[in-house]
């Protein structure tokens, strides 16, 4: 059984960084691809990042460019996002996601239950 479970979120000063976790059951996260996705308030679902393991790719959606890093760890079978200087468009639940698809972008099944990130002095 496919399971996705998100950490790591939490409150965070503008410039300020922090780092999601996507702990991934029921398949091996070197084999296939997975999206990072956020939903800021009043807004629709976007894709923030993806990475392929498989294929040593990542994608990252414009906005988050230079500031933010997808990376995976075969050997905990998680998938990380560090978020680095941090922004007022940024905040929303952040949650990962797969189709046990190997290329990026994903167009998600499995969803993890996401993990709230709060930008705020």
């Known amino acids: 059984q496919v399971q996705l479970v998100e950490s790591g979120g939490g409150l965070v000063q503008p410039g300020g960084s922090v780092r999601l976790s996507c702990l991934a059951s029921g398949f091996a996260v070197e084999y296939y691809s997975i999206g990072w996705f956020r939903q800021a308030p009043g807004k629709e679902r976007e894709a923030v990042s993806c990475i392929s393991n498989i294929h040593g790719r990542t994608e990252y959606v414009e906005s988050v460019k230079g500031r933010f890093t997808v990376s995976g760890d075969k050997a905990k079978n998680t998938v990380y996002l560090q978020m680095n200087d941090l922004k007022p468009e940024d905040p929303g639940p952040y949650y990962c996601?797969?189709?046990?698809?190997?290329?990026?972008?994903?167009?998600?099944?499995?969803w993890g239950q996401g993990t709230q990130v709060t930008v705020s002095s």
């Open positions: 996601a797969t189709r046990l698809t190997t290329a990026c972008p994903i167009e998600p099944y499995h």
